[in-house]
């Protein structure tokens, strides 16, 4: 968009050239001079819906400024970085190694691409193809990662007194 810009405001400086030499001629026809100045306005127009990303004259827009001029390079950025975001390797310890939560008895005998699986996709929403993705692997490995820590989660739960789930 910034080259686009950057072509109309050139052309629109041609315009004004073309405009000046008009007036300045002292043969010059009356409906040149009025199409040059009609091309102007619409270079103005265009111009200004450019820059501020919104229709000129409309205050109660509601696009963003400058939303047009967004450049190629960030936005792919942007889209290829990944939407999960980890607030800290230390997210849900707290939570694993309570020893008041019976649960935490279970979670402990995962292994760590386990126990991120099973929170990715039970405690957080994700689905299946959204944690490969995140993780590098394919769907069907997730899908094997959780069946093998639910399996670990409901023998613990079984063997282990001091897990009461009511």
């Known amino acids: 968009m910034k080259d686009l810009l950057i072509e109309y405001r050139k052309t629109r ?20 001079l009025l199409v040059y100045k009609d091309i102007l306005k619409d270079l103005d127009y ?16 509601i696009d963003r400024s400058q939303c047009y001029l967004v450049d190629q390079q960030v936005l792919a950025k942007a889209c290829d ?14 939570i694993i190694e309570d020893i008041n939560n019976p649960i935490s008895y279970a979670l402990m005998k ?12 039970k405690c957080e929403g994700l689905s299946y193809s959204e944690v490969a993705n995140l993780l590098g692997v394919k769907r069907g490995t997730i899908q094997k990662h959780l ?20």
């Open 110 to 121: 995962l292994t760590p691409i386990e126990l991120e699986c099973f929170i990715m996709v």
């Open 13 to 32: 400086l041609n315009v004004l050239n073309k405009i000046k030499d008009l007036e300045n001629k002292d043969s010059f026809r009356m409906d040149d």
């Open 147 to 166: 069946e093998r820590a639910k399996c670990k989660i409901n023998l613990e739960i079984d063997k282990n007194l001091f897990i009461n789930i009511d």
């Open 81 to 94: 970085e990944s939407m999960y975001k980890k607030i800290s390797n230390e997210e849900y310890k707290n």
């Open 46 to 61: 265009t111009i200004e819906w450019l820059k501020y990303g919104h229709q000129p004259g409309i205050y109660k827009a």
